[in-house]
């Protein structure tokens, strides 16, 4: 096949690059190079490892951006995974589980955060609620007459804390702490959906996420370990919470005193209190009274 000289040249010339290849590969580099400051701020031991990361079936952006979220997670607390350094250079990406407008309306919940949820008054005006359909779920592991024994809005939060500080049954405040958005942690108060402006990639930012992760988790646990116990035997031990959580139960009250002396009489005479700091709980055992 002949091809013409001016074909050729046509081909072998070399031709500008596009202005808008220009910009995306100068802005990647830009963001690349806010990300390495930020790698080398938060993470300066591990700087230089985490930035030669190989591909490892990834381009080496998404590899980058994952190893080092995952050393966040490791060390500090738990984050989205965003593939780009765009999804990290803006702002800290650390994972929410606020309750939005829509979780609310979510019935497919393990059967012990089903029951706590019904336990509780929601954050919204009257005939806002999804108690109807949120009870209706309930009765596949309680009987209608138990839950009929809750107050129509359910339990404010205060309410809650008030009976059952101090008590075993503890976590179930909790669990209306974070229904509230009140928890106090913004891993628990916070949905997807809020925008923060103050999560600027600090040393300061980050251990005060750490600290409140340590919080936030703890509390995710206690709550966990009364739903678990709930699951046990919904019936009875749902029946001992909404007895407590009324103000029924005058074990749960003396224990909740008791709490406030160091030593108690007994049939052996005066004899000190202890006092377990630990998160393990004892739960009642019987019915409320």
Not at 10 to 24: C, D, F, H, W, Y
Not at 110 to 122: H, I, S, T, V
Not at 204 to 212: A, I, K, S, Y
Not at 239 to 251: F, K, N, S, T
Request: glycine content about 6%; charged content about 25%; hydrophobic content about 45%.
């Amino acid at each position: 096949m002949i091809v013409s000289l001016r074909a050729l040249g046509a081909v072998l010339r070399r031709r500008p690059v596009k202005p808008t290849s220009v910009a995306a590969l100068l802005g990647n580099h830009e963001a690349y190079l806010t990300f390495r400051q930020i790698v080398q701020q938060i993470i300066p031991d591990a700087a230089d490892e985490l930035l030669a990361v190989p591909e490892t079936g990834a381009d080496r952006e998404s590899a980058r951006v994952w190893a080092f979220l995952q050393r966040i997670e490791r060390d500090y607390f738990p984050c989205y995974d965003p593939e780009e350094y765009e999804g990290v250079i803006y702002g800290i990406p650390f994972v929410r589980h606020g309750w939005s407008y829509d979780d609310f309306h979510e019935v497919e919940l393990r059967p012990g955060e089903l029951l706590m949820f019904a336990l509780c008054e929601q954050p919204f005006a009257d005939g806002n609620d999804t108690r109807i359909a949120l009870l209706d779920a309930c009765e596949a592991h309680v009987p209608h007459m138990l839950l009929a024994d809750l107050p129509d809005a359910g339990i404010s939060p205060a309410d809650l804390h008030q009976r059952l500080d101090d008590t075993p049954l503890a976590a179930a405040a909790e669990f209306a702490d974070w229904l509230w958005g009140d928890t106090g942690t913004v891993f628990l108060d916070l949905d997807d959906e809020t925008e923060v402006a103050d999560a600027a990639w600090t040393r300061e930012n980050v251990l005060e996420l750490t600290e409140q992760w340590g919080r936030a988790k703890g509390i995710l646990d206690r709550i966990a370990n009364l739903a678990a116990w709930l699951e046990e035997d919904p019936p009875g031990h749902f029946r001992q919470l909404v007895g407590a959580a009324l103000g029924r139960d005058p074990h749960l009250l003396y224990e909740q005193l008791r709490r406030l002396y160091a030593c108690e009489i007994t049939e052996e005479g005066v004899v000190p209190i202890p006092h377990d700091e630990s998160d393990a709980i004892t739960l009642p055992v019987g019915p409320a009274g």
